[in-house]
């Protein structure tokens, strides 16, 4: 009644009604929207031709008029001086002397006066090009002088003269005209030769003419470092390390060449005054990088004229700690009042030549950590008569290395106080040092040819040092550093002892007792009993070998490491996973030993077996159980193996007992573990060998016998509601049916009519066609009644 008042007072229709009528709109729109889309691309077609072409884009030139210009003016440039030389070669002839010197002066001056004029009216390119023709046809004159009226002066040394006087005069025009770039690079680059080729003319050697070009290079480096002008500045840096990388590389070879006191020592100062040059440069060049490395250079050519002076007068032996104590030298240079730039140059020179130095020692150290590598193919054949002997295997020992330990001494010397002086860089630099003062002490036995026996001794007094570092030191990294050397010391002594029967038996019980005393220091717990472990396991192997023991029989020997190993995991827990890893190699190796010898093997898989169990016992050790069954179960395969026994229940029970055991206490601690889960690894371990057996054996007992188990297991699976024991053990006794009536069956088959299995199979399938929902109903039960089981 309500809803009817309303409508009367608002007269609005009923929603369907309204509804009707807003989608009749809106077609209405849609439909007239597209008449005026259409009728607006009927206009735009209709007036396409008449709008206006797009205007073309204009082209880009690909070059600028002043390029053009220069191109230009400098080709002309180069063909007039073209012209002028072979005027001056080949038409000079046809002239007499006053013609010619006419010509020459009357070209020469013209070319030189022009660009005044040029330069007023603001042609500074065309002057440019006509100011470096000038200057080219000065050459000419000067050429063309020589060969009329000085020909029998020599020719390098007016050659020395000419390009001063040209320097001279360059430079004097360029300041005439001022506005000019080119006469100063020019005049620069004829005064590269004057001071060469006049040492050159009077016939000096090799010292004056490499001291020519250093002070050359002195020259062009003042000039690139005074100049404001770029283009001067950019062609004396040229000229600098032109003339100064000639300079330094004649220097070296005169330096290394040197075999005497005082000829070292004239190479030595043309290194110096090379290596003030370059510092020069480090202090006055502005940019920061240039600097370091002007400094960085200097530093090393310092060290090489320092040290090649005693290169030339010591034995060969003190080359490399020569140059090495004036590379450490250089580091004074850090607290000296030097500009930063050059402080930090000179004291990357010096680690360069320490690192070199390092470098240079660094094979001894591969010698002596590999060298004993050699004895592994020549165990026990005698002892040598030194250790280099040892060592030298079959890796050469270098010449001249006696002084390879203070190299690495004084290096390590020099990383100590840098580690005391600075914290960016302490840890890096302590394990440095201690890696350095460790491939000293390795390496100074061999050196100093030390017997034999006592230079065992000194390789275990280093390790026994590393470990003292890495237990006293604080910093994590140095410790760990000193740790991984312990143990590369340790294993290089094992290498070495492997000449001598008493020697390897007196360094691995001496290695064992060590890391086992080290392993009581808590930060060295893990690797020291972890290195123990291994030298005991190492011990026994060589205490089997020296008893004359078969090697199945020093398994059963070395078998008390996995077991010190479980019961110390067991004591120490933060040591648990290395220790445990070591006892699990010591078990594999035993097991290895022992594969020649059935029996013995089966014993130690035993054994291996009780030690996993025993370790299973622990709560974050269960997996283990799993391994331990399967070490027992090898072992009675093995034993069985031994035996010649064929039958496979042999085999398969001792693993499916255990395993129903097992599913029964899960499946009493968990009700909804599933049937397969519990007993199905476990039956199917002994039913499908046993099935696989029955159908080749001909004799009625087995077959009788699987049988009868499996229909135990059937009734048991169906009495307990059970997947698991009924499918499989009704599964098995169908098989185990068939098999024992097939004899039956194959001839009944031969004797019946070949229509029969035909007929038969099609009678089955109407059958089963005829019943098909049925069968599906059953099918349906089946699945609901095994779905309920467990």
């Known amino acids: 009644m309500a809803r009817a008042t309303l409508h009367g007072m608002t007269h609005l229709p009923p929603p369907a009604e309204e509804l009707r009528t807003l989608d009749a709109e809106l077609w209405q ?76 002066a009357t070209v020469t001056v013209a070319v030189l006066g022009a660009p005044v004029p040029l330069l007023k009216r603001g042609l500074r390119s065309t002057a440019e090009a006509l100011a470096g023709l000038g200057l080219a046809l000065t050459v000419l004159d000067a050429y063309a002088l020589h060969e009329v009226a000085l020909t029998a002066t020599d020719g390098t040394g007016y050659a020395a003269v000419a390009a001063a006087l040209l320097a001279g005069v360059w430079w004097g025009y360029g300041r005439g005209l001022g506005s000019l770039r080119i006469p100063f690079p020019a005049a620069l680059a004829a005064a590269q030769f004057p001071l060469l080729l006049g040492v050159v003319a009077a016939g000096a050697g090799p010292y004056a003419i490499t001291a020519a070009l250093l002070l050359t290079a002195a020259f062009d480096t003042v000039v690139a470092l005074r100049t404001s002008a770029r283009s001067l500045r950019i062609a004396a840096a040229v000229g600098a390390y032109g003339t100064g990388g000639w300079g330094v590389a004649a220097a070296c070879v005169l330096s290394w060449e040197a075999d005497g006191l005082s000829v070292a020592a004239r190479a030595g100062a043309l290194l110096a005054l090379a290596a003030a040059i370059a510092l020069y440069a480090a202090w006055r060049v502005p940019q920061q990088g240039h600097a370091i490395g002007a400094a960085v250079t200097g530093g090393l050519l310092l060290v090489a004229a320092l040290g090649g002076v005693p290169r030339a007068s010591l034995p060969g032996v003190w080359t490399v700690p020569g140059y090495l104590a004036c590379g450490v030298g250089l580091l004074w240079a850090v607290r000296a009042p030097l500009p930063e730039p050059v402080r930090r140059g000179v004291a990357r020179a010096s680690a360069s030549v320490q690192a070199l130095a390092v470098v240079w020692a660094l094979p001894l150290v591969v010698v002596a950590l590999l060298g004993p590598v050699g004895w592994t ?18 890796a050469p020992w270098p010449a001249d290395a006696a002084a390879a330990p203070l190299v690495l001494a004084v290096v390590a010397a020099v990383l100590a106080g840098t580690a005391r002086a600075t914290t960016a860089w302490r840890d890096q630099a302590a394990a440095g040092a201690v890696v350095l003062v460790w491939a000293s002490a390795l390496i100074l036995p061999v050196t100093l040819k030390l017997p034999y026996p006592a230079g065992l001794f000194a390789q275990g007094l280093t390790a026994v040092a590393a470990l003292a570092v890495a237990a006293c030191t604080r910093r994590t990294p140095t410790s760990r550093t000193a740790v991984l050397l312990s143990l590369l010391t340790a294993a290089g002594l094992v290498l070495l002892s492997l000449a001598s029967q008493g020697a390897t038996l007196a360094v691995l019980a001496a290695l064992t007792g060590i890391f086992a005393v080290a392993a009581a220091h808590r930060r060295l717990t893990a690797v020291c009993a972890s290195a123990s472990l291994a030298g005991a396991a190492g011990l026994a192997c060589a205490v089997g070998a020296a008893a004359g023991r078969p090697p199945a029989h020093t398994a059963l020997l070395v078998l008390i490491v996995p077991a010190a190993a479980a019961l110390l995991a067991a004591r120490v827990p933060r040591a648990a996973v290395p220790v445990e890893a070591t006892g699990a190699v010591a078990g594999l190796l035993a097991i290895g030993l022992a594969v020649t010898d059935a029996p013995v093997l089966a014993l130690v898989l035993a054994l291996c077996g009780v030690i996993a169990a025993g370790t ?33 229940e042999a085999y398969t029970l001792p693993v499916t007992v255990p395993a129903l055991v097992v599913g029964f206490v899960r499946r009493r601690r968990d009700p909804e573990a599933s049937s397969w889960t519990a007993y199905g690894p476990g039956l199917s371990v002994t039913l499908v060998p046993s099935l696989l057996a029955a159908w080749t054996d001909t004799d009625w007992p087995r077959p009788l016998l699987l049988g009868t188990a499996a229909l135990v297991l059937t009734l048991l699976g169906a009495r307990h509601r059970l997947q698991a024991p009924l499918v499989l053990g009704g599964s098995v006794l169908l098989l185990d049916a068939l098999h024992q009536l097939a004899p039956y069956l194959m001839p009944l088959a031969g004797a019946l009519p070949r229509w029969l299995p035909p007929a038969l199979a099609g009678l089955l399938l109407l059958v089963l066609g005829a019943t098909y929902e049925q069968r599906i109903r059953d099918a349906r039960r089946v699945r609901e009644v095994l779905g309920r089981m467990r």
């Open 377 to 394: 193919g020549r165990v026990w054949s005698g002892a040598p008569s030194d250790l280099r002997a040892a060592v030298t295997v079959w």
């Open 29 to 104: 729109l849609d439909a007239r929207r597209a008449q005026l889309l259409a009728r607006r691309a009927q206009l735009i077609g209709l007036l396409q031709p008449a709008l206006p072409p797009a205007p073309p884009v204009p082209r880009r030139p690909e070059t600028t008029a002043p390029r053009v210009q220069n191109v230009l003016l400098v080709l002309g440039g180069v063909l007039l001086t073209v012209a002028a030389i072979a005027f001056t070669l080949v038409s000079w002839g046809h002239l007499g002397i006053a013609g010619r010197s006419a010509v020459l």
């Open 616 to 648: 299973a016992v622990r709560a974050d050790r269960r997996p283990a159980g799993y391994a331990a069954a399967a070490l027992f179960v090898l072992a009675t395969w093995v034993r069985l193996g031994s035996w010649d026994v064929g039958t496979p």
